[in-house]
């Protein structure tokens, strides 16, 4: 599928992280030096931990052995496994709007509303990174953000928490924030699979772009 010039493509098995970042720089580039369309990619990886630029080695204590990655986006460690919802997202920023910090504020409204659509009251926490839902003991972190923008082209995006096993997150303090825990759709007792969190994406697509202050809702 695709959406005003945007494709969208979901993969229906386990990508490699290797893979999927080679593909990620290779249409990155495309997109700027050869005018290739953008392209939003659903996707899952296995079990694994990739390292942001600002990563303390410190943070990452991994006692399951799984394979960690330079990742070269922004934040610190993170964990990418089977049952969460990946996005990764070669936006061209050149043409919809040179501002880094709206293009990361859209995201998480695209994802928070997304996830309101599955029936998850999900906001942002100032000063925290990220997706929050729940509030007292329950209050936990179910999506995380980390971007990075190569000559006005993104790379990277988000993660959401469909029904990972939340024990390999134990793995490293995610994304360097150790005094609240993550949580997903299964933990909260949601329904919800992926195939509607992607539906929710999609559905919400149109206003994420809107949101980047180039695109227009359709009539």
Not at 164 to 181: E, K, R, S, T
Request: net charge negative.
């Amino acid at each position: 599928m695709d959406y005003d010039g945007i494709e969208w493509r979901v993969s229906d098995r386990l990508v490699p992280y290797p893979e999927a970042l080679a593909a990620m720089e290779a249409r990155a580039r495309a997109i700027r030096e050869e005018g290739a369309p953008e392209l939003v990619w659903l996707l899952e990886h296995p079990p694994m931990f990739t390292a942001g630029t600002s990563a303390d080695p410190a943070e990452l204590f991994n006692p399951q052995g799984f394979p960690v990655y330079e990742a070269g986006r922004g934040g610190r460690y993170t964990y990418h496994g089977p049952g969460q919802r990946v996005g990764y997202l070669m936006l061209d920023l050149d043409k919809r709007g040179r501002d880094i910090r709206r293009f990361v504020h859209s995201l998480e409204g695209w994802m928070i509303a997304a996830l309101g659509d599955v029936g998850v009251v999900a906001r942002r926490e100032p000063g925290r990174i990220g997706i929050w839902t729940g509030t007292g003991p329950s209050e936990a972190k179910i999506g995380a953000i980390g971007v990075r923008v190569k000559r006005w082209v993104t790379l990277h995006g988000f993660a959401i928490n469909v029904s990972p096993d939340l024990h390999h997150f134990g793995g490293i303090v995610p994304c360097g924030i150790a005094d609240f825990g993550v949580t997903s759709l299964a933990a909260l007792a949601n329904k919800a699979g992926t195939a509607e969190l992607d539906a929710a994406l999609w559905a919400h697509l149109p206003e994420f772009l809107v949101d980047l202050g180039e695109a227009t809702m359709p009539s």
